[in-house]
C-alpha cells in the first residue's frame, strides 16, 4: 500500500472511531451530514468535521466533552496551554498521545537542527522540576503546560537552564510592595558564563526557546557589556513557542520582535549565518509540530508540512471556506490521524493566520510537500502584564 493511501486510510478510521467515541464530535459530524464512507483525498479534505479553538477553551468548559471514550479514567494528565489570551486550552491526552507529541517536536528539531549532532544546550527555559510545580487541576486531575510533555527530547544533553525563581528577589518584592510576586527571570551570569565558555573552547551549541526571551536579554547584555562572540560554524538558534509579538504565556513585554532584525541582531552578536536558524511551530490542540528555515526570498521563517504525519488547510478568516489559492491568508486548520487517541484532534481548526506559499514542494531547500507562513493571530495576545504574576528582570550581572 502506497504511503498517502495508508494515510488516508488511517485518516477515514480515526474520523469514524471519534464520532463513535465522543458524542461532542458524532454531533457535529451529524449536524453537516457528513459521510463517512466517503473516500478522502487530497480535494475534499476540506469536507472533514473539525473542532474549533474555542470549544478547548478554558472559560467554554468543554474540553472534558472532547474526550475520547474512557479516556478521562486513564488520563495521563491535562495539556495545558500557555494563553497568551489569559483563556488557555485544556487537552486531555493519554501516555501513548504524549509520546507521539514528544515525537513530532524531536523530529522536526532533528530535521531542521543539528539536535542529533550538538551536545551543549542553553535553553531560555526552568528546568522540568520547577514546571511540574506549576499545575491546576480540572475536574480531580492534574494540568501541566505542555513544555512538560516535550522537555525531555533533550535528554542526555548538557544542559545549561537559565530561567529561575529567584527567593532573595521575592522576598524583597513582597517586602517593598505588599503583593506576592514571584520574581523569575533569566540568570544572566550564567548565560555570560556559558557563552564564554563556549566562544573560548569552540563548543558546538545549540540555543533555544521563545525569540521573545533571546532579544530582550541579549540586547539588554549588548548594552551592558558591549561585546560580540566569535561563533562561527559552531552555534545554533531554535526559537519556537510564539513571543514574536511581544507575548509569551502571561508575561507581556510591550514590544514586538522583528523576525529579520532578530536574525540580523543575532548573526552580529555571535558571527554566524543564517542557515544556522530554525523554528518551529506547534499548537496545544494537536499532536503536529512544524519545522522551518528562515527564507531570504520571504524574509521570513518558513515552516514545512510532512504529508507522512498531517495535513493543513488555510480557510477564508470570513467564509472559513478552504483556500486553495497560495499567497493568501487564512486560519490554520491541522489535520491528522495520529496522536490523537485520546480527544476529539483528528481536525482541528486554530485561530493562527498563515499564508501558504507552496503547496507542494520549497523552492529553497527542495523539501517536498506545502510550505506556510505565520502571520498572525485572530485573537488578540492580550497577556496578563508581568505586573501580574511576575515581576522579570531579564538581565541580571
Known amino acids: 500500500m502506497r504511503e498517502e493511501e495508508k494515510f488516508f486510510q488511517n485518516l477515514s478510521s480515526t474520523i469514524r ?24 483525498n487530497e480535494s475534499n479534505l476540506g469536507d472533514i468535521p473539525y473542532i474549533p479553538w474555542s470549544f478547548f477553551k ?10 475520547r471514550g474512557n479516556t478521562f479514567e486513564n488520563l495521563e494528565y491535562w495539556m495545558e496551554s500557555s494563553s ?26 532533528t530535521e531542521f537542527s543539528e539536535k542529533e549532532k550538538v551536545k551543549n544546550l542553553i535553553l531560555f527555559a526552568p528546568k522540568k522540576r520547577f514546571i511540574n510545580k506549576i499545575k491546576h487541576t480540572f475536574y480531580g486531575k492534574n494540568s501541566y503546560l505542555l513544555y512538560k510533555s516535550i522537555v525531555d527530547i533533550w535528554e542526555g544533553k548538557n544542559i545549561h537552564y537559565l530561567l529561575q ?4 528577589r521575592t522576598l524583597w518584592k513582597i517586602i517593598t510592595t505588599f503583593k506576592i510576586r514571584a520574581v523569575v527571570a533569566i540568570n544572566g551570569k550564567k548565560l555570560e558564563s556559558e557563552l564564554g565558555r563556549v566562544e573560548k573552547n569552540n563548543i558546538p551549541t545549540i540555543m533555544a526557546n521563545s525569540p521573545l526571551w533571546m532579544h530582550k536579554v ?12 566569535d561563533m562561527s560554524g559552531h552555534f545554533y538558534i531554535i526559537t519556537g513557542g510564539g513571543g514574536w509579538d511581544g507575548v509569551k504565556g502571561r508575561i507581556k513585554m510591550g514590544n514586538k520582535v522583528d523576525k529579520s532584525q532578530f536574525i540580523q541582531q543575532m548573526c552580529t552578536l555571535f558571527n554566524i549565518t543564517k542557515d544556522k536558524f530554525c523554528d518551529n511551530f506547534a499548537a496545544t490542540e494537536s499532536p503536529l509540530a512544524f519545522g522551518a528555515h528562515w527564507s531570504d526570498r520571504y524574509n521570513d521563517f518558513v515552516f514545512h508540512v510532512d504529508k507522512k504525519y498531517g495535513r493543513i488547510l488555510a480557510r477564508d478568516v470570513n467564509t472559513l471556506e478552504p483556500i486553495k489559492n497560495t499567497g493568501q491568508p487564512g486560519l490554520l486548520e491541522l489535520i491528522t490521524p495520529y496522536g490523537v487517541k485520546s480527544y476529539a ?3 482541528v481548526l486554530l485561530d493562527d493566520i498563515i499564508q501558504v506559499e507552496n503547496w507542494n514542494y520549497c523552492p529553497e531547500c527542495g523539501r ?20 501580574s504574576l511576575f515581576s522579570l528582570d531579564a538581565y541580571k550581572l
Open 165 to 168: 525563581f529567584f527567593l532573595g
Open 368 to 387: 517536498e510537500g506545502p510550505i506556510f507562513r505565520v502571520t498572525g493571530r485572530l485573537t488578540p495576545s492580550i497577556g496578563k502584564g508581568c505586573s
Open 84 to 109: 497568551t489570551s489569559g483563556d488557555p486550552s485544556i487537552v486531555g491526552r493519554l501516555k501513548s498521545d504524549i509520546e507521539v507529541l514528544m515525537n513530532s517536536y524531536n523530529r522536526v528539531f
Open 58 to 67: 478554558q472559560s467554554n468548559d468543554k474540553f472534558k466533552e472532547l474526550l
Open 218 to 229: 541579549l540586547n539588554d547584555f549588548y548594552e551592558k557589556r558591549k561585546r560580540t562572540f
Open 345 to 347: 484532534g483528528v481536525a
Open 17 to 40: 472511531e471519534t464520532a463513535k467515541e465522543c458524542d461532542l464530535y458524532r454531533k457535529i459530524c451529524e449536524k453537516v451530514e457528513y459521510d463517512f464512507d466517503k473516500t478522502l
